[in-house]
DNA sequence: AGAGAATTTGAACCGTGGTTCAAAGCGCGA
DNA sequence: TCGCGCTTTGAACCACGGTTCAAATTCTCT
């Protein structure tokens, strides 16, 4: 109960030892991101930084907090953001979200440190759990804000804005899992084209849309599928890691 | 080298022996998105069942293809929404479009028996992780091909239908994170709304935009965020599971 | 009832991976 | 150069969880 302030101490105090947090941090991070989170180790983490995998515990108590560390990264990023375009002088709200949608790409996608996004969230303890949920509910909650704001100036059609919150946030995360450095497209220029997708949506002109006369979901309700899926095809036991691509 | 044809025949012959995997199926399926993957072991989805973790090696080989198929149940069904739409007589590509958006939020959010989505795909091993990406090329291939002939018929407005169908499924596969089953909306409903929202955009009337003036991106150069998330806070070492909300 | 197959059990095996720790290195001021 | 903390190491610890297996139980058909 008393070691606390003491046994603390002795960690990490140098000069360098922060710069020295971030590179561990930017590394696990990346790995993170790469090969997922389960199949990273201490281990790999280390050796991608030349290290020893104890020694990585002379920086960070767990692997719980390189994780928790990434995630606030990421969100204090994101919040950064919200509450820029927030405190520029007059921008209509969908000006301000178009420059959220392509920020938050760009950040997710290519910021060099902590790139992990709200993804596994429910990975890390209750108590550091917290703590990022409510952040995150934040930056919800000032997108949804922004969205009632422009329905309230009758830029944005008249929304359910927490489901359109939802929808966007759902597109921008998802970026994460297709998204490639090296691709046709740029983080900044993919938010750009995301932006005016979500805010002008894919129709065209005058909206000639009849309700779908069709049954919706009808197809949807054949659960009964036959022998679709045998279990008794091949099964290659065993078999494991491999690189992953997106 | 020659077990598998003998050793393998003595497992789950029986009658009730389909309908058994079937169960183990859907209780693996709920467990592993309620707790996720990696949280949940084979002694949990057995007891679930109230069955011993052993057992379910009677019926199933291992844990990788327990979610191999999973991936694949909720796959067939999306792919049959897919083909399901295109038999149908002469429907508007937005219609169809609708319908698809429509089916896929239900199918990941209501479907009883595999509803865990493409999510985790670089869990499954090489050799089943090739055939999953396979039928999942081909989903995605649909989505596109109907965003072209929306385009082409001059229904949509000219996009990178690429990009249109990654943002769509980004949209549509994070309802897995967030939606709940007794929530004030069906995933039905979901999937109507998320429909109108992304085929008609947010914006309202004749799109006044102009190019937003300020800078984009500027505020997520802000790396260097001086001592935001201090590294020394206090740090409660050692804490595990609880319950995960969404 | 009884034989043989289908199913289930429970305990043990075992690799993996997060974590700890005492014993070195290393750097720098005195 | 000596000493003293900051760092790093490497090996070992340990629990967790997927998996195996031989024995026990239940089911079914005759």
Redesign the interface.
């Known amino acids: 109960m008393v070691q606390s302030a003491t046994a603390?101490r002795l960690e990490a105090s140098g000069p360098g030892a922060?710069k020295r947090?971030r590179e561990i941090l930017g590394a696990a991070s990346r790995l993170f991101r790469a090969r997922?989170l389960?199949a990273t180790g201490m281990r790999e983490i280390a050796a991608a930084l030349g290290m020893t995998a104890g020694n990585l515990y002379y920086y960070f108590?767990?692997k719980?907090?390189l994780l928790a560390?990434c995630q606030?990264?990421t969100l204090?990023?994101l919040l950064?953001?919200a509450r820029?375009?927030a405190s520029?002088p007059r921008?209509t709200p969908?000006?301000r979200?178009?420059?959220l949608i392509?920020?938050h790409v760009?950040?997710l996608n290519e910021?060099?440190?902590g790139s992990l996004a709200h993804l596994e969230v429910?990975?890390v303890?209750?108590?550091?759990?917290a703590s990022l949920?409510a952040r995150r509910r934040s930056y919800e909650t000032a997108i949804r804000r922004l969205?009632d704001a422009?329905v309230a100036a009758?830029?944005?059609?008249p929304?359910?804005s927490r489901?359109?919150t939802?929808?966007?946030?759902?597109?921008?995360?998802?970026?994460v899992?297709?998204f490639q450095p090296d691709g046709r497209?740029s983080a900044?220029e993919?938010?750009?084209?995301?932006a005016d997708?979500?805010?002008?949506?894919?129709?065209?002109?005058a909206?000639k849309?009849?309700r779908?006369a069709?049954s919706?979901?009808a197809?949807?309700k054949?659960?009964e599928?036959p022998g679709?899926?045998s279990?008794n095809g091949s099964?290659?036991?065993?078999?494991?890691?491999?690189s992953?691509?997106a």
Chains 1, 2 share one sequence.
């Open positions: 603390r922060e947090r997922g389960h108590p767990s719980q907090d560390y606030e990264e204090g990023q950064d953001l820029g375009g520029g921008r969908d000006q979200l178009r420059d392509e920020g760009t950040v910021a060099t440190p429910n990975e303890a209750a108590a550091r759990r949920l969205i422009g009758g830029t944005f059609r929304v359910d489901l359109a939802l929808a966007l946030l759902g597109a921008l995360n998802w970026t899992k297709w497209k900044t993919v938010g750009r084209e995301f997708l979500l805010l002008r949506g894919l129709l065209s002109g909206p849309h009849a779908a069709g919706p979901a197809a949807a054949r659960h599928r679709a899926t279990f099964l290659s036991k065993r078999e494991r890691g491999g992953n691509g």
